[in-house]
């Protein structure tokens, strides 16, 4: 598919407009994703020499601890990514999700069941209401942990088609959406559990008894799910899709309005909704009652790390797609046999191959950018100038969103952050009559609105080959220019929700106020 000359940028208006240009034009000066991790590879290791022969180095205002930076050109630092090497790739934490979630995904896809159920529920659905659901899906898929960018852009993109939507306008929506939306959900998360064990014990090195709970932004959190869908729906309209355009038809990808769904296609799609149905059942089954068999075998709860339901989320959700996809295709006769399964799954992970050769040099980047210190020495000079600022309350907090704004564009992994982040923040905070849990709020909605727009996520470079299935002339550049305007309108959004918050003493959550 290619997009269409004429619509190729009539719709821009104004100073926005012209400035996504310019972030896109200087984007698709990039090269290609692998060689832009093989250049950044090659970065991390000049500065590693550069600022370890220099000493630089940063003092943890807390612990009194000194960071250095790690000579990845020494000796050791040469021996250790030499030895490591295979071991960074295996242990990249998107790769294996990724290659078992397509097994299902894949499956399913092929068989033709996605393309049934798309057209039988959204032949005559209004687009806004698909850019809607697609953004709140986005943001909800937080409560599954890191499928959601790997499950939804490709799923994103067959609805948006099947409307007659720009496909790759899609998969921009739901990647922002999940990406963007990190720290907003109607329901408590895992990370909730976790931020809030970190930000409960950099409370406690000022006041020894003082708790915060998982639920302490629950209040917060919802408003900004609602927020965020109109906020995310409002950018693709008038901003995304415009520039985007319509794609032509290519070989290989239709929309498709008008097929009639046959009377087999219907009976087949039916027998898999209700496989669905009796899967879900089962899960339920082996994981509501006490003791049941994918609960915690220390704590009995079902979710929290350690419990089988929340490691086995995976081929869960694999198994989800799998099932459905077997029983459909038996019954509308895509799959006649056991070979027929195996080619599916076979030409799913082919289409993997490219995005496996560029997870080997990404890995090698991530954990490099890692041992090197790099990244903890950025975040630490920072929070050691923002302390030293005496500035009003509110410009704090939204420094303090900024600055993680910009940490979260080199260093991913929101626990890792703010377990870096909280014994700095949350006491300083505290001694200025700020609630633990405000500074919480504060550092996830920074860690959240750059997620989408930098190259250095582990999901940007997957997202990005999927949109390439629809343009492969697609570059980064396109990508990111497309992806500010969310960025940009989430962060706006979020600070202005924080600041009525604060203003308005509104509580964050059940017993957790903006002030101590």
């Known amino acids: 598919m290619q997009r269409k000359e004429e619509v190729k940028r009539q719709e821009e208006r104004g100073a926005a407009g012209k400035f996504l240009d310019f972030i896109e034009k200087v984007g698709n000066k990039l ?9 950044l590879s090659g970065i991390v290791l000049l500065l590693s020499f550069i600022l370890s022969v220099a000493n630089v180095t940063a003092v943890n205002p807390v612990t009194g601890d000194e960071v250095t930076v790690v000579n990845l050109l020494s000796k050791s630092g040469i021996q250790r990514m030499i030895t490591g090497a295979v071991g960074n790739f295996l242990g990249f934490p998107a790769l294996g999700l990724v290659m078992v979630i397509m097994l299902g995904v894949g499956l399913a896809e092929r068989s033709g069941l996605f ?38 852009p490709p799923l994103a993109a067959m609805i948006f088609m ?21 720290g907003a959900n109607l329901v408590i998360e895992l990370v909730d559990v976790v931020l809030a064990s970190f930000t409960q014990s950099s409370a406690q090195m000022i006041d020894a008894g003082y708790s915060v709970f998982p639920t302490a932004n629950w209040y917060f959190i919802i408003i900004s799910t609602f927020l965020l869908v109109v906020a995310g729906t409002w950018v693709t309209k008038r901003y995304v899709a415009p520039r985007m355009g319509t794609l032509d038809v290519g070989e290989g990808h239709h929309h498709a309005d008008n097929e009639v769904i046959t009377a087999e296609e219907s009976r087949a799609a039916k027998k898999a909704l209700i496989s669905v149905l009796l899967y879900v059942i089962l899960i ?39 099932i459905p996809g077997v029983v459909y295709g038996k019954s509308a006769g895509t799959i006649k046999n056991a070979s027929d399964i195996y080619r599916m799954l076979t030409e799913s992970i082919a289409d993997l191959a490219s995005y ?49 704004a910009i940490i979260n564009l080199f260093i991913g992994g929101a626990s890792s952050k703010w377990g870096l982040l909280a014994p700095i923040f949350v006491p300083m905070l505290m001694l200025l009559d700020v609630s633990p849990e405000m500074t ?42 497309n992806m500010m305007p969310y960025s940009i309108g989430f962060l706006v959004i979020w600070i202005i929700q924080l600041l009525f918050w604060y203003f308005f003493k509104l509580p964050l959550g059940p017993g957790a106020g903006i002030s101590l």
């Open 31 to 39: 090269p290609e994703p692998l060689v832009l991790f093989v250049w």
């Open 115 to 152: 393309s049934t159920l798309l057209r039988s529920s959204l032949s005559n659905v209004k687009k806004d209401r698909v850019i809607m659901a697609t953004i709140f899906i986005g943001i909800m898929s937080n409560v599954a942990g890191d499928s959601g960018p790997v499950l939804l």
């Open 162 to 182: 099947t409307v007659g939507m720009n496909p790759i306008v899609g998969i921009m929506a739901v990647y922002a959406g999940v990406m963007g939306g990190f």
């Open 284 to 322: 339920a089954a082996i994981s509501i009652p006490q003791n049941a068999l994918l609960r915690s075998p220390e704590s009995g709860a079902l979710l929290e790390w350690g419990a089988p339901f929340m490691d086995g989320m995976i081929p869960l959700l694999a198994l989800f797609f799998f």
């Open 356 to 404: 496996v050769v560029l997870v080997f040099v990404i890995s090698q980047f991530f954990f490099w950018f890692m041992w090197s210190n790099i990244g903890m020495l950025v975040a630490m000079t920072g929070a050691n100038i923002l302390s030293g600022l005496g500035l009003p309350i509110p410009v704090v907090l939204v420094l303090i969103v900024l600055m993680c």
């Open 440 to 481: 919480q709020m504060a550092y996830r909605i920074g860690d959240s609105v750059t997620n989408m727009i930098t190259p250095l996520n582990p999901y940007f470079a997957i997202v990005l080959g999927m949109a390439k299935k629809y343009d492969k002339n697609l570059k980064i550049g396109t990508f990111i220019s």
